[in-house]
């Protein structure tokens, strides 16, 4: 049964939360930070990304860009290969696209309000929330995951969180709490200072580090005996989702070229995923490929290898990558062409193999040139 009516169960998980705080608050780079476009950096990097991941790519991103000017001046290619290996591009793109936005439209000015915060391409109600409260102390509840899951299992709730009734209860919910954290007195035995974003950190670390999605550690929480998921042995089911995702799966077969030393690439440019990365010749498949002889029956294959001579080297075993929507099965086949051989199609660069390093690519395409997945198979 929900328990989310009682004024005295607000103010017992506020204290409890903010006691647990004081003592377990996780140390990061990024915390205590009031630059707003510091905040903003580690909030994109953080998105569907876990801490222990996305801390490199902070420290990467601050020393290179230690202003929004210098991310706003930095060539896209730069910015894309600095990315490289942290997934959901659009935010990479979003990114530099902001940045270059405050830069030249707002004269350099990161927005101090919510709403100028909101309306920045790339940044949701969260992220929003999240500067505007570590940045400038503004009164506003994050909700991410961490919150449903906590609010969803303390409280026992049990409306769907991908449900605008959902969204809009918890979010009704979190800011209550918030204001109610806030009207506290500070404590002053506290280790850390007591800034007005102190609930936001304490929730999100509490989610993240104790009432964790697998195994909340229920035996040593300070909320237990209140707590409705653990006295009705409903952590497992909270909190609620009102549809499983279905995931597309597409089968992607990257045709390596390799021409004496040279290997080619092109970027990606077309609306679909990994947009401004570069990849090998792609041919996509609705099936998976288990044998070369696809290679002979497919047009644009034929298209690409014309009358020159050419033999398979080796073919790899199907890698996947898992995308929010898609699930990425790739297998790369490796030709030798002859010297002769060229892509008469636009925009494909012929590098050598050695510089492949230069290029941003999708962690699947990285993972390969770099060997760090199943062995290749010869033939
Ligand atoms: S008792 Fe368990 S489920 Fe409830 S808030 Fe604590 S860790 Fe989460």
């Given at each position: 049964?929900?328990?989310?009516?009682s004024q005295?169960t607000?103010?017992?998980?506020?204290?409890k939360?903010?006691?647990w705080?004081d003592?377990?608050?996780?140390?990061?780079?990024?915390?205590g930070e009031?630059n707003?476009?510091?905040?903003?950096?580690?909030e994109i990097?953080?998105?569907?990304t876990?801490?222990?991941?996305?801390l490199p790519?902070?420290?990467?991103f601050k020393a290179?860009y230690p202003?929004v000017?210098?991310?706003?001046?930095a060539p896209?290619?730069?910015?894309?290969?600095?990315?490289e290996?942290l997934g959901y591009?659009?935010?990479?793109?979003?990114?530099h696209?902001?940045?270059?936005?405050?830069?030249y439209?707002?004269?350099?000015?990161f927005?101090?309000?919510?709403?100028g915060?909101?309306?920045?391409?790339?940044?949701g109600?969260?992220?929003?929330?999240a500067?505007?409260?570590?940045?400038?102390d503004?009164?506003h509840?994050?909700?991410?995951?961490?919150?449903y899951r906590?609010?969803?299992?303390?409280?026992g709730?049990?409306?769907p969180?991908?449900t605008?009734?959902g969204?809009?209860q918890?979010?009704?919910?979190?800011?209550q709490?918030?204001?109610?954290?806030?009207s506290?007195?500070?404590?002053p035995?506290?280790?850390?200072?007591n800034?007005?974003s102190?609930?936001?950190?304490?929730?999100?670390?509490?989610?993240?580090?104790?009432?964790?999605?697998?195994a909340?550690?229920?035996k040593?929480?300070?909320?237990?005996?209140?707590?409705?998921?653990f006295?009705?042995?409903?952590?497992?089911?909270?909190?609620?989702?009102s549809?499983k995702m279905?995931?597309r799966?597409?089968?992607?077969n990257?045709?390596?070229?390799?021409?004496?030393?040279?290997?080619?690439?092109?970027?990606r440019?077309?609306k679909?995923?990994?947009q401004?990365?570069y990849e090998?010749?792609?041919?996509?498949?609705?099936?998976?490929q288990?044998?070369?002889?696809?290679?002979?029956?497919?047009?644009?294959?034929?298209?690409?290898?014309?009358?020159?001579?050419?033999?398979l080297?080796r073919?790899s075993?199907?890698q996947r990558?898992?995308?929010?929507?898609?699930?990425?099965?790739?297998?790369?086949?490796?030709?030798?062409?002859s010297?002769?051989f060229?892509?008469?199609?636009?925009?494909?660069?012929?590098t050598?193999r050695e510089?492949?390093?230069?290029f941003?690519?999708?962690?699947?395409i990285?993972?390969?040139?770099?060997?760090?997945?199943?062995?290749?198979?010869?033939?």
């Open positions: 049964m929900a328990n989310t009516d005295a607000y103010l017992f998980f506020a204290k939360l903010l006691e705080h003592v377990h608050h996780r140390p990061m780079p990024w915390k009031r707003p476009y510091l905040v903003w950096l580690s990097i953080l998105q569907q876990r801490v222990e991941q996305g790519y902070f420290e990467r290179a202003t000017a210098d991310l706003a001046n896209e290619d730069e910015v894309m290969k600095n990315w290996g591009y659009s935010r990479a793109r979003n990114l696209a902001t940045a270059k936005h405050i830069a439209v707002l004269n350099g000015s927005p101090t309000t919510y709403e915060i909101r309306s920045l391409k790339g940044v109600d969260y992220t929003a929330a500067i505007a409260s570590f940045a400038y503004l009164p509840a994050v909700v991410d995951g961490n919150v906590v609010l969803s299992r303390f409280f709730i049990e409306t969180i991908d605008t009734a969204k809009k918890f979010a009704q919910l979190a800011q709490l918030f204001e109610i954290s806030d506290q007195p500070p404590n035995q506290s280790a850390i200072p800034p007005k102190k609930y936001n950190q304490a929730i999100m670390d509490f989610g993240a580090t104790h009432c964790t999605p697998a909340p550690k229920c040593t929480c300070p909320m237990s005996e209140q707590c409705v998921a006295l009705e042995k409903r952590t497992g089911s909270l909190p609620v989702k549809k279905e995931r799966q597409r089968f992607f990257y045709l390596i070229f390799n021409r004496l030393n040279e290997v080619f690439v092109k970027k440019s077309e679909d995923i990994w401004n990365l090998f010749p792609l041919i996509e498949t609705d099936s998976l288990d044998s070369h002889h696809f290679l002979t029956k497919d047009k644009t294959c034929q298209a690409w290898l014309g009358d020159s001579d050419w033999r080297l073919s075993a199907p990558q898992e995308l929010t929507h898609q699930r990425i099965v790739a297998t790369f086949w490796e030709l030798e062409v010297a002769d060229l892509l008469k199609e636009n925009g494909w660069i012929a050598e510089k492949l390093d230069n941003a690519f999708p962690r699947v990285d993972l390969y040139i770099n060997q760090k997945f199943l062995p290749l198979e010869l033939f």
